[in-house]
């Protein structure tokens, strides 16, 4: 009986074996959580614990792509009282543990790798993961916006930019508010220049510039996030920083005045159409119908339709290969001649008669200013007499150059 027992338990430990196998292997890892719209998740961490906030990653498996969807964005926001916690954005969990590990080593230094953001926005259709280290509570909350008013308005913005950057590259008032916004935020380059005057070694300078622009660089991004406190609690300092380095740079604008020059202008409407495209391009998380945006700009502004395509192609490939051309007959010339002749003598007698041409100026320089006159009432540019000798000339020459003919011929038979 006893073996029996032995037996019947050990079926049982090997046929629950393998399910208990498959159930690890398929286990998700427990740092590692996926969210879906209107989930919200909680965090604690116990502050009395002795061992040290672990990593904790918040991954959105995205969407498919539709034209419903066109406009989505997807963004995670982060719900605390407290600033204790660093974030690691990545495309994969193993990503972000990269991130993580790479910041946690003693000889890295980045200033980009832990950003402390409220509501982070992520890819609306493509896996998006985000890590977070906290020493305090936090709940994470995934919000899908299906319709973005912002990206329409960038898409908006950026087709309006690039159909009338051709009259703002030549208008004056756009030449000073862009000098006034281009000196407002290039002040710092001229700090770094200055600076560089002062210090004596070129290598040394070199150091501090790409040291500076870094550090600027990430001194501009906290400022960009911190705006609206930054106008609170300095609003003097920033007032006192835009009249003046905003009168210098109107000054330095008036003193060089708005560009004359063609190509100058063609520069501008470039540059703002370029920035136009770009606005297009980054207006959907969907990167084909993005492009699709952009080309059917192009195409639209210079009305590159398919029919007005192939015609290019067609004017092109005449212009490179030109047919054969047919020579004219005598009877063609004479009446292509008498047809042109007519149509000029028109043209010139409506000219005549316009205010433009001055009758009375013309008639005084004139011989025959009676002659004039009745040319313009209609009569033929040319009488009887001079008809009369034009054919009497013409067709002497004409028996001119057949006896020539006539005697070449018969020398060359001699």
Request: net charge neutral; proline share 5%.
């Amino acid at each position: 009986m006893h073996l029996i027992s032995c037996c019947v338990t050990a079926l049982v430990a090997f046929s629950i074996l393998p399910v208990l196998c498959y159930a690890k292997e398929t286990e998700q890892p427990k740092d590692v959580m996926f969210l879906e719209p209107g989930r919200l998740v909680s965090y604690a961490y116990d502050e009395w614990s002795i061992s040290r906030p672990g990593l904790i990653v918040y991954c959105y498996p995205g969407q498919e792509q539709t034209l419903l969807n066109a406009f989505c964005t997807v963004s995670i926001r982060m719900h605390c009282d407290h600033d204790n916690y660093n974030q690691y954005p990545g495309s994969s969990p193993a990503e972000v543990k990269k991130h993580y590990k790479a910041e946690q080593s003693l000889f890295s230094f980045n200033v980009f790798a832990s950003r402390k953001r409220r509501q982070v926005e992520l890819e609306p259709f493509n896996q998006s993961c985000l890590g977070v280290v906290s020493s305090g509570k936090y709940e994470i909350e995934v919000l899908l916006n299906r319709f973005d008013l912002w990206r329409v308005s960038l898409l908006v913005l950026g087709v309006l930019l690039f159909y009338i950057a051709l009259p703002m590259s030549q208008n004056p008032l756009f030449y000073y508010t862009g000098g006034i916004l281009i000196g407002l935020t290039s002040f710092a380059l001229a700090l770094v220049y200055m600076f560089s005057k002062l210090m004596p070694y070129r290598p040394l300078m070199l150091g501090v510039m790409v040291g500076g622009w870094t550090l600027g660089f990430y001194g501009m991004q906290m400022m960009y996030e911190n705006l609206r406190l930054i106008f609170v609690l300095y609003q003097h300092y920033v007032f006192w920083y835009l009249a003046i380095v905003g009168s210098i740079s109107f000054f330095v604008c008036y003193r060089l005045g708005p560009p004359k020059d063609h190509r100058s202008k063609r520069v501008i409407q470039w540059t703002l159409q370029l920035i136009a495209l770009t606005m297009v391009f980054f207006c959907s998380y969907q990167r084909t119908l993005a492009t699709g945006f952009v080309l059917v700009v192009i195409a639209a502004y210079y009305h590159a339709t398919p029919l007005a395509m192939m015609r290019w192609v067609r004017n092109r490939f005449r212009r490179r290969y030109p047919g054969r051309r047919r020579l004219l007959t005598v009877e063609e010339f004479e009446e292509q001649g008498r047809i042109e002749t007519d149509r000029a003598l028109k043209d010139l007698r409506e000219y005549c008669r316009s205010p433009e041409c001055k009758q009375w100026t013309t008639m005084m320089r004139l011989r025959d200013p009676v002659r004039f006159a009745s040319f313009v009432e209609g009569s033929p540019h040319v009488v009887d007499e001079e008809c009369f000798e034009y054919d009497t000339v013409h067709s002497s020459l004409s028996n001119d150059e057949s006896e020539e003919l006539q005697d070449s011929s018969e020398g060359g038979e001699t």
